[in-house]
């Protein structure tokens, strides 16, 4: 062996044997150097080398799961009494014993947290239609309109009966969330059947819940050590006071929800009475007075949001568009952002097939919701649009977090410039033209409008702002993400900033052409 | 002591053969790692790793302890001598590993008696 060779080989022992416990390190590291040299001509390399690594790993063995060296005899505890709840009689209980069942708990919390956090389990949204009574069905009739004016949560788009929109937006605009009066008819309802199946976790998850999981067990068997010096109470104290505040904290108080929660089945799925879903077909619009050209009149883009003295004051739903909308508007995605549909097939978003949904609600249920918040209203209306898709469409999905380019919408140096909503203004957010304005408009609904994406990714309100408020933003944008970004900057005092965010998705693991009736 | 022996009883071969390496008197490692190698014929060999964790559990239970050092050497190693509950356990494990070679011995003399 070379010099060379033997020098090389000495450096990557030493780098092991730095891998071992400081105090083992330090009491033996020299003499292990020492005998490695004396040993490598006659052993060579390789064995000694496995002979270290299994030295290391049962120093750490050693250490994590070590009795205590100065082990005293305790007296004896009932059997399910816990590490934390025995208290031995005589013994007090000191601040640094408090700390560190805080410190332990929470991070049994964590673990238990994590371990449930991996998507080894997906819910499946089985949906089985059965038809109750089905006795009339509901006039489609494009040429009857809805009252001009009418005041239901979702509001008619003026001229928005035609979808054929230029809108700079993007399709999913296009004449969605109309809602009129009707009349009535008998429906059948349907009966829900969700189901949690086990799904093997990828391998990066298993890897990931077993690291996490090993520090875990192995900070735990570290603080439960006894005779902690002075140093290590101290800090345990303060981990473990952390620990409780952060714990109160997060229990106490409700933190706002990063962005839009996906709206997942619920039992019983309350349903449509009668729904009826017809391929749409674009009708030829009469030439306005004085065209010079037969194309059909820009129609307004107007986003039906509702606001928080809106609710659902009709008892029908009307829409047109594809179906991707329909399950934007029953999973309560982001309007317009189909990334966080997955698995769709081609007619279901983008350009495909559009759709005239019409439905009505039961007249009990109708009755019923009008003792519902305007929030939990459009909840109600979202699941019954569940019903009508798995009914209809045979959908079938579960619901994933992917890790998605997004945006955070924050406060920009200066200020917000939002001028809080006046009582009882109804919410609307509508663009004509180079004018945005939005009249007793939440954030938390701003960030979901396709106005805010330009690019197609997920807004997350950050403002921390709670109110509904009126503003106007002017300006020629273009498809431009960046210039539409600098107006609402210039104009509303707020900033995107660009960043990736876990956002949940929905897979859809089935869905077919609905058959029309 | 020798019911505190018979409690750390049976020895891993390793502890076994560093007791035993040391009953030849006060090694360093690398002696002592000799000796084992020596003392089985070179059918045993132990590293640097397994060493030290014997020696160290060793330490902590009191059954080998560091010997003075020889300042007559240039450079001074750490040396370890068998303790006198070393030997004591080294005899319990001597005696325990006796009567299974005689049950083996039995054993197999019965073995033999019934095939013939």
């Known amino acids: 062996m070379n010099p060379l060779q033997r020098r090389i080989y000495t450096r990557i022992y030493s780098s092991v044997l730095r891998l071992h416990p400081l105090a083992f390190r ?4 020299r003499e292990m150097e020492r005998d490695f040299d004396d040993a490598l001509g006659e052993r060579g390399f390789a064995p000694l080398l496995g002979d270290a690594f299994l030295s290391v790993a049962r120093q750490w063995r050693t250490r994590a799961f070590a009795a205590p060296e100065m082990a005293q005899p305790t007296p004896s505890r009932p059997l399910l009494a816990g590490q934390y709840l025995a208290v031995d009689r005589g013994s007090s209980l000191t601040a640094f014993d408090l700390a560190r069942a805080a410190l332990l708990s929470l991070l049994l919390v964590l673990t238990i947290g994590f371990a449930a956090g991996i998507p080894n389990r997906r819910v499946i949204a089985d949906l089985q239609t059965v038809r109750v009574s089905h006795d009339g069905g509901i006039d489609t009739g494009g040429n009857n309109p809805p009252p001009a004016g009418n005041n239901d949560g979702r509001r008619e788009a003026s001229g928005a009966r035609e979808p054929e929109s230029t809108s700079s937006y993007g399709t999913a605009l ?16 349907l009966r ?12 990066a998850d298993a890897v990931r819940q077993f690291a996490m999981i090993s520090v875990v067990v192995w900070l735990t068997s570290f603080f439960l050590r006894c005779s902690p010096g002075i140093g290590r109470r101290m800090l345990l104290t303060a981990l473990g006071l952390l620990g409780l505040a952060a714990s109160v904290a997060f229990g106490a108080v409700p933190t706002p929800a990063m962005h839009a929660q996906i709206l997942h089945p619920t039992e019983p799925l309350p349903s449509f009475e009668v729904t009826t879903v017809k391929l749409w077909q674009p009708r030829p619009m009469p030439l306005p007075p004085g065209s010079i050209d037969n194309r059909p009149p820009m129609p307004r883009k107007f986003d039906p949001m509702t606001g928080p003295g809106a609710g659902q004051r009709t008892d029908r739903v009307h829409l047109i568009g594809q179906t991707a909308l329909l399950l934007q508007s029953a999973f309560n995605l982001s309007m317009g952002l189909e990334n966080q549909i997955v698995g769709a097939p081609g007619w279901v978003g983008g350009e495909g097939l559009r759709y005239e949904v019409q439905a009505k609600i039961d007249d009990a249920q109708f009755a019923a919701m009008q003792k519902m918040t305007p929030a939990e209203q459009r909840e109600q209306v979202a699941l019954m649009e569940q019903s009508l898709l798995a009914d209809r469409f045979k959908l079938k999905v579960h619901f994933e977090t992917r890790e998605l380019p997004a945006y955070t919408l924050v406060i920009a140096k200066g200020g917000a410039k939002l001028t809080p ?12 033209g ?22 197609g990714r997920v807004v997350i309100d950050q403002t921390g702002l709670k109110g509904a408020y009126d503003f106007t933003i002017k300006g020629e944008s273009g498809d431009d993400a960046s210039s539409f970004f600098t107006l609402i900057q210039e104009q509303l005092g707020l900033k995107l900033v660009p960043t990736k965010a876990p956002v949940e998705v929905i897979v859809i693991d089935h869905i077919e052409k609905p058959s029309e009736n | 002591m020798n019911t505190d022996a018979n409690e750390l009883l049976p020895l891993s071969p390793a502890t076994l053969h560093v007791l035993l390496a040391l009953t030849a008197g006060p090694l360093h490692g690398y002696g002592i790692m000799l000796e084992v190698a020596r003392q089985s014929d070179g059918a045993y060999k132990i590293g640097p790793g397994t060493l030290y964790d014997n020696i160290k559990k060793l330490l902590k239970l009191g059954l080998v302890e560091e010997a003075p050092e020889d300042t007559t050497e240039d450079e001074p190693r750490r040396k370890y001598r068998l303790t006198q509950p070393g030997g004591s356990v080294l005899a319990a494990e001597t005696e325990r590993l006796t009567g299974v070679l005689r049950k083996a011995r039995r054993g197999l003399r019965l073995l033999e008696e019934r095939e013939s």
């Not at chain 1, 330090?26 to 590291?29: C, L, Q, R, V």
């Not at chain 1, 296009?174 to 429906?187: I, S």
């Not at chain 1, 829900?192 to 391998?203: E, G, N």
């Open chain 1, 174 to 189: 296009h004449g969605k969330g109309r809602v009129r009066l009707h009349p009535e008819a008998t429906g059948w309802s």
């Open chain 1, 26 to 29: 330090d009491e033996f590291g």
């Open chain 1, 421 to 432: 909503a006046k009582d009882g203004e109804v919410s609307m957010l509508s663009s004509l």
């Open chain 1, 434 to 455: 180079d004018e945005t304005t939005g009249t007793a408009v939440m954030l938390a609904q701003f960030v979901r409008s396709p106005l805010l994406r330009p690019d």
């Open chain 1, 192 to 203: 829900p059947r969700t189901r949690v199946v086990w799904q093997a976790p990828s391998l």
